[in-house]
């Protein structure tokens, strides 16, 4: 970046540099031409007075330093000339300085010589018989100037080109200094601060973006804790049943099982394996959840129904406990993850049943606006302390951890519930107090 910034600073020291000397360049020819034509102009006119005064005779022993000096006839022919021979000289009648001179008593005009580096100004005055004076000058081109001036031109030039590079190399290292002495870790310390001005929209990017990978890097970290959490906690509850299957099979291997205990010990080993199958299960399906349900697919469907299917599948839990379950509604068309719908509708009811009491009831309903199908689960269970009501939709979190394992619970099912719901843009509400029952309300729009 130094290289640039030096290279920009220099083009535009040397740009501004030689422009400046073509301009003074410029100004100094034609004010010293001007001046030049003006000596020119007094110079004829008195030299014409001495022609009229003393004829012929004025031009002995004259001594007109750098000025030509010619006398020409009214006819044209060439009296006199202080430089060239007369008698081989032409008429010079058609000379414009000499036709002007006659016609309007004094003429001007400039002519370059055979070579291009100079030119010639002539000054023509007409005396009273007649006849023309004529003075003239040589006069350096600009191009003659310009090789005249070459060798200071080149010096200036040479030293414009040192002392730019010099300045250029500084100014440069100046600029780029406070850049490679920045320290990018902590921008902000940099903001208002002289020398840093120009890079402020830099330095707030820079801070934006370190925020946003700091901001990225702990949600990072903190998907991996829960990630680990997650293991520790699903090897820990599938470790539980797998000890109480194994321990009842040595018993029976052994043949230390009476007769009568058959019956109970093989009901536990069915119930600890199908507790396993549900929290396989359950995390199988979070595992799907966790992918963003991108392979699940969206269908029309009726959340009605499935609600129906999930409330006919529980039925048989309901009447062991003598819990009054009933659903209302009618068709809810919605486009949206049907098998989501049912895990849903199912886990709210199963939960509306497994914390109840004997003889409770559990209602559910699904109704219909324009935007929205809502499901409500109430209970008259046992209720959820206020405490815990944020943390229940955690992973295998349960508030009675022995009445959850005891109903079979698996402590996935709201978290299930809760995902399942937020990948349907829906929302889900909680009241409840405790003895009192439980009121769950889901929300989901009818198209995504
Ligand atoms: P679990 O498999 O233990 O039921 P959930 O994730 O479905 O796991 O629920 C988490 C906890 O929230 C349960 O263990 C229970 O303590 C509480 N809970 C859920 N639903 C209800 C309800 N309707 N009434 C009372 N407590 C409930």
Redesign the pocket.
Known sequence: MSSKIFKAIWNVALLVFLASLLLIMGSLYAYFSSIQKNQLRVETELAAQGVALSGADYFDGLNDGNYRITWVSPEGEVLFDDEADTATMQNHMERPEIRQALKEGYGESARHSYTLADQQYYAAKRLPDGSVLRMSVAQLSVWGLLIGFGQPICFVILAALILSYVLASRIAAKIVKPINELDLTHPAQYYGKQNYEEIQPLLRHIAAQQAQLKRDQEEIEKAALIRQEFSANVSHELKTPLHAISGYAELFENGLVKEEDIKPFAKKIHAESLRMTRLVEDIIDLTKLDNGGTEMKWEDCDFYRITENAVDTLEAAASAMDINFTVSGETAPVTAIPQLLYSIAY?LC???I??NYRGGSVSVSVLQNAQHTVLTVR?T????PAEEQDR??ERF????KS??KE?G???????IVKHAVLIHHGTIRLS?SPGK??E?VVSIPNKP
């Open positions: 886990n199963d939960n509306a497994k914390y209970d269970g046992i209720g959820i229940i939709f979190y349960r508030v009675d009445r959850s109903a619970g698996t402590g996935l099912g709201l978290s409840s029952g439980a769950f």
